[in-house]
């Protein structure tokens, strides 16, 4: 059984929330648009799975894959930034989801928080929505869970983007 944290979208900027609302997590997953900063001080904090965003550098699309297919206590998982959401996902996932059959796919991009089960793909679909202060919304969010059998005790923190201080910035 693991605790899992799972955030996207903060571009360049750790919330102090993550901190508390993940300390108990065993590992976090991030859906791009971080930041090298970022990624180097959460790896500091817990370990980190992580994908490139479409405003990420050079550095980190050099060190992290733009699609990871991995698997966790025994269900396969599909995490990537730009992912669409069920009906209407990326066309160049499609191959990937219908070949590799996912449990749990996990996206960002689109700063909207929404975590369902996919019919069509029989999967969990979870998008964590942004952790950051860059983008329209206007509350940023974190979503965490405990996967076992299957994933379960889904929490979600929300938090004013504004509220997130200057010296976060990594």
Not at 7 to 35: M, R
Not at 74 to 84: D, E, Q
Not at 95 to 108: K, T
Not at 114 to 135: C, E, F, S, T
Request: hydrophobic fraction near 40%; charged fraction near 25%; proline fraction near 6%.
């Amino acid at each position: 059984m693991k605790r899992i944290g799972v955030l996207s979208d903060t571009h360049g900027v750790i919330p102090p929330q993550v901190y508390n609302f993940f300390k108990d997590c065993d590992e976090l997953w991030h859906a791009g648009d971080c930041g090298v900063g970022v990624l180097r001080t959460l790896r500091e904090f817990k370990p980190v799975r992580a994908v490139y965003g479409n405003c990420d550098g050079a550095d980190v699309r050099y060190a992290e894959p733009q699609t990871d297919l991995f698997e966790c206590e025994g269900h396969k998982v599909l995490l990537t930034h730009i992912g669409g959401h069920p009906g209407h996902y990326q066309p160049m996932l499609l191959p990937i989801l219908q070949r590799e059959h996912p449990d749990i796919m996990v996206c960002g991009h689109s700063h909207i928080l929404r975590v369902m089960h996919d019919k069509q793909y029989d999967m969990l679909y979870i998008n964590p929505g942004a952790a950051g202060r860059q983008g329209f919304h206007l509350v940023a969010t974190l979503v965490r869970f405990t996967i076992d059998d299957e994933p379960k005790d889904m929490e979600i923190m929300e938090f004013d983007k504004l509220g997130v201080a200057n010296d976060a910035a990594v």
